[in-house]
Each structure stands twice: as structure tokens, then as C-alpha cells.
């Protein structure tokens, strides 16, 4: 069990500009999520799979994300068009059901 | 909508002092879960401690321990002996529904003081 990784750890981007995040889950684990965690708060849900299948949404993600999880295996977040309001640490969690999530490092992204 | 308050925004506490950290939280479900994560500086979520919504028992994890009100909807978290190793930022977090997504509340800024 080596955890769940993330990657890139730190993103720095021109505004306008299109990011994607991957997420490795811990490999028995079927349930993903993915939080985005601003300066001062506590992390705010943004999706949910389970296995392949997106099974919700935050309001939070606008039309400019987009998250996929192939397989069920690892998943990515992409970003079109950026803006400074994206700058945040973006957390990625799994989990098995019904059990409690473990956390990654987080990718940090910085909007310029 | 379920919402996670915590109170205090900063705390502090002598080292091997026991203090403890507030949450209140507001549903409508009657099964859930409740946890405690910490945050260390530029470093993961770990978890502290969880609780099931359906026991009456107060979860306890080594030095760590919950009073868990639930008519009250409190979920206060008590560390006993604090190590300088405990100094982080604490989140209160409530999972339920149909998904277990996790509401957090703002977090608590406990400093140790040597």
C-alpha cells in the first residue's frame, strides 16, 4: 500500500491556460474524490466516482472542469481556460465503501 | 445541506497539557460519520479519529479521544498529553448520504507550545 499519489505536486500557469492533475488511489479502493482546498478553509467536495462512473458533481465545478477516472483506476482533473480564482491545492481522496477516505499531497495550483 | 461549524479558529496548549478542539454540525440524515483530520503545515490529511452516528461510544485512538453528543450535534475532540508533534491544523468532517462525501469545517489552528 503506497498510498494515494498525486502529480504534479505544484503547477504554476499563465491565466487562459489548460491544466490537468492525476490521481493515483490506493489500488483496492474504489471510491474517489476530489476537493479543492483554498488558503484559510477546509476542503469543499468537487466530484465523486465510483469504479469508472462520475456519480456527482459539486456546483463548484464549472463547465471549465472536466474529471475522468478510466478503468477505475487512476483519475484526472482538467482545467480549461484558467483564472486566478482556480488557485488553490486541489485534493484527491479514496476510499473503499463505506469507510474512511485517505488523503494525497495535493497538486497546488497558481493562476499568474 | 449538511454544515460543519468549527468555533475556534486558533488554540493553543502546553506541551504534555490536554485541550480540547470544538465542532458542531447540522444534518437531517440519521446515519453518518463524523471524523477528526489533521493537517500538519505543507504536509497531508491524515486521520485522527472517527465516529459512527450509531454508537454510543466515544471513539478513542491512543491519545486522542471524542465526546460525541448527538441530540446536541457536537463532536468535540480531546488531545491528552500534546506533543509538538501535534501541532497542526484540525478539521471537523461529517460523511453520510448516499456518496460519504466529506463537509469539513473551517479548521483549527492548534499550536504546542514547548
Known amino acids: 500500500d503506497t498510498g494515494v499519489s498525486q502529480n504534479p505536486r505544484h503547477k504554476i500557469t499563465k491565466r487562459g491556460q489548460n491544466v490537468t492533475f492525476r490521481c493515483d488511489p490506493i489500488s483496492e479502493h474504489n471510491r474517489l474524490y476530489w476537493y479543492r482546498q483554498t488558503l484559510g478553509q477546509g476542503p469543499e467536495f468537487l466530484t465523486y466516482?465510483?469504479?469508472?462512473?462520475?456519480?456527482?458533481k459539486s456546483r463548484l465545478l464549472s463547465d471549465r472542469f472536466s474529471a475522468e477516472r478510466p478503468k477505475g483506476s487512476f483519475s484526472t482533473l482538467e482545467i480549461q481556460r484558467t483564472e486566478q480564482g482556480d488557485s488553490a491545492m486541489y485534493l484527491c481522496a479514496s476510499s473503499l465503501p463505506d469507510n474512511e477516505q485517505y488523503f494525497g499531497p495535493g497538486t497546488r495550483l497558481t493562476v499568474t | 445541506a449538511q454544515t460543519v461549524t468549527q468555533s475556534q479558529p486558533e488554540m493553543s496548549v502546553q506541551e504534555a497539557e490536554t485541550v480540547t478542539l470544538s465542532c458542531t454540525y447540522d444534518t437531517s440524515e440519521s446515519d453518518y460519520y463524523l471524523f477528526w483530520y489533521k493537517q500538519p503545515p505543507s504536509r497531508q490529511m491524515i486521520l485522527v479519529i472517527r465516529?459512527?452516528?450509531?454508537?454510543?461510544q466515544n471513539a478513542t485512538e491512543n491519545r486522542f479521544s471524542v465526546n460525541f453528543q448527538k441530540a446536541a450535534k457536537s463532536f468535540s475532540l480531546k488531545i491528552s498529553d500534546s506533543q509538538l508533534g501535534d501541532a497542526a491544523m484540525y478539521f471537523c468532517?461529517?460523511?453520510?448520504?448516499?456518496?460519504?462525501?466529506?463537509?469539513f469545517g473551517k479548521g483549527t489552528l492548534l499550536t504546542v507550545n514547548p
Open positions: 466516482f465510483q469504479n469508472e462512473a462520475q456519480l456527482e
Open positions: 465516529q459512527e452516528a450509531y454508537k454510543q
Open positions: 468532517a461529517w460523511s453520510g448520504g448516499s456518496n460519504y462525501k466529506l463537509t
